[in-house]
């Protein structure tokens, strides 16, 4: 055992590296009272304010047409864009980590955008590309397949926003495993699909999952980019978060609690399954996790 | 010159690229052009004059201002919550390191919908508030907290795993040589987490500044005095006024990129600070 891991099983109290014992209890009180109350009595509110008149109601309120047109919607939207979107993060990440070319750095820029461009703003992106009065837009209307105010839309400005959760996960943990593990199954007599299914995808599972994971938690959830796309017509456009924000808007406050608590249930899950993939598996993760 | 790709005996690098960039270029590269497109069609002159609306200054500024003060709150509440979570053992810290990415999972609509049923009048923390004068929901205060709740994480997950990997040789070193604590922390320990501060710094502003869901509903969206930006860019586009939309949206855009080649420099900076050690 080296010096300094012994050193980090005394006391702390009595190491010369550690602060008097009242800062550390403040500390630890006014930050995990002000997380308390910054993030986790938002999250208790939903729950409360669904069941304010009864887990009956706010039942009852999750099973009419509209609120069920819109979970399926929700549903369809993450089954569409979040492989789709794990696809291309996988690709981005095999291009980039298994292979030395000029202009990576730009790539990785690309790949990242979408995080720092307002979710509003993507959404105004896609009505100007393809809205009814653009050239794009136009032709694909008059042939029967509008993309704004409908479905591809939706799936778009979902990909949008999520496109850069896959591949960011992926990228740090591939360029940890190089590339030898690769080379040898081709020196073996692999072939490059065989080569891919057999090392690659077992290497990097735990990593895409948790890749795949955020980026689930964030296509079901997003509100500004599909407020803009999705024109909010109801039981047609209207996915889980605008729902919310329809009845919220009506003062129809349980029902919109109800599908805010069946989204806050699905943030829950995530985050379970989250910290049990770091737990168990933190070596096979990216080290350090900048979202 | 080196040469555009050094050859490779991995197979795929052709199709992975394809694939890559086509599915970059639909989803974000193509529509993002389109805007820009619609920019330069609209002129230089003509946007400018959008900007120049009072309305539009004030939702603009506004949108910096408080996506500023929220991420300075971050940058110290983040830094002190990095600190417990690395430093401190206590029952339940792992729950609690769950829990700071609760703004992630959570979407922003609902955490909009429950802020405001908290700082409502009528609300848990909105009803003790009101009687010592203090409004929050539908006043910029309203925003502060919906984007303090947003941003949260950014300052807590860049900074937690560079204080994990501080040598703790470094602390001794200086206690040694008669250095308080604070003083340590001060002179020893802040100038390695600076970067890392910066860059979680500079990633919740961004986030913020862009804004829309956890923000519309708390806001009271009152223009010239609780009116976001992102708020007024879907205003413009429901009177069906483009150029307005543009306008407000390049703005961001310039303000996004302005961001993200801060985070960079920042990034590059600390890699040449760190690698001169």
């Known amino acids: ?291 | 010159m080196r040469p555009l790709a050094l050859p490779s005996p991995l197979p795929g690098l052709g199709l992975a690229m394809g694939i890559t960039v086509t599915t970059l270029s639909l989803v974000v590269l193509l529509p993002i052009g389109a805007l820009l497109l619609r920019g330069a069609a609209i002129g230089p002159a003509e946007i400018l004059a959008l900007l120049g609306r009072d309305r539009v200054q004030a939702a603009l500024i506004l949108s910096f201002r408080a996506a500023l003060v929220a991420a300075a709150f971050n940058l110290v509440f983040g830094l002190a919550l990095a600190w417990v979570l690395a430093r401190y053992r206590f029952p339940g810290r792992r729950l609690v390191d769950a829990a700071v990415d609760l703004p992630f999972a959570l979407p922003t609509a609902v955490a909009g919908i429950a802020l405001t049923a908290l700082y409502a009048p009528n609300g848990a923390f909105g009803r003790l508030l009101e009687p010592l004068g203090i409004k929050v929901a539908y006043s910029e205060a309203g925003i502060w907290i919906a984007l303090i709740f947003v941003g949260l994480p950014f300052v807590v997950r860049s900074v937690q795993p560079v204080i994990e990997e501080i040598d703790r040789e470094v602390e001794e070193a200086s206690a040694t040589l008669g250095a308080s604590r604070a003083r340590t922390f001060l002179r020893v320990i802040l100038p390695m987490l600076v970067p890392a501060l910066l860059t979680g710094f500079a990633l919740a502003l961004a986030r913020s500044v862009g804004e829309y869901g956890s923000v519309i509903f708390i806001a009271g969206n009152l223009p010239m005095a609780t009116e976001i930006a992102p708020l007024l860019i879907v205003i413009r586009l429901e009177e069906f006024d483009y150029d307005g939309a543009v306008a407000i949206a390049l703005a961001m855009l310039g303000i996004s990129f302005a961001l993200l080649l801060a985070i960079n420099l920042v990034q590059i900076w600390s890699r040449r600070r760190m690698g001169a050690v």
Not at chain 1, 32 to 52: D, I, Q
Not at chain 1, 100 to 120: E, N, Q, Y
Not at chain 1, 175 to 193: F, Y
Not at chain 1, 233 to 248: A, C, D, Q
Request: net charge positive; charged share 10%.
């Open chain 1, 1 to 291: 055992m080296s010096d300094t891991a012994f050193a980090s099983r005394l006391p702390t109290a009595l190491a010369a590296t550690a602060e008097p014992a009242w800062v550390r209890r403040l500390l630890i009180l006014t930050t995990l009272g002000l997380l308390g109350l910054l993030v986790l009595a938002p999250l208790a509110a939903v729950f409360a304010e669904s069941l304010r008149n009864g887990i009956a109601l706010a039942v009852a309120s999750l099973g009419n047409r509209d609120a069920l047109a819109a979970i399926r919607l929700t549903l369809i939207v993450a089954a569409v864009s979040v492989p789709m979107n794990a696809a291309a993060g996988i690709a981005a990440a095999w291009a980039i980590t298994k292979f030395d070319w000029r202009g990576k750095a730009l790539l990785i820029t690309l790949i990242d955008l979408p995080f720092s461009v307002s979710p509003v703003v993507a959404g105004l992106c896609f009505v100007l590309l393809f809205g009814a009065n653009s050239l794009i837009g136009g032709w694909l209307v008059a042939h029967g397949y509008p993309i704004v105010f409908a479905l591809p839309g939706i799936v778009l400005a979902t990909m949008f926003i999520t496109f850069p959760f896959v591949a960011r996960e992926l990228i740090p943990v591939m360029t940890e495993q190089g590339r030898a593990e690769e080379e040898a199954a081709l020196t073996l007599g692999a072939s490059g699909w065989r080569m891919f299914l057999t090392v690659t995808l077992p290497n990097i599972r735990w990593a895409l999952l948790y890749g795949v994971l955020l980026c689930n938690a964030r296509a079901m959830g997003e509100f500004g980019a599909v407020a803009v796309v999705s024109g909010k017509i109801r039981g047609k456009t209207t996915t889980m978060p605008i729902m919310i924000e329809m009845l919220y808007n009506e003062y129809l406050s349980v029902a919109a609690f109800s599908m805010a608590a069946l989204l806050a249930a699905l943030a829950l899950v995530t985050l379970t399954l989250k910290s049990a993939l770091e737990w168990r598996y933190a070596d096979q993760l990216a080290a350090t996790h900048r979202h």
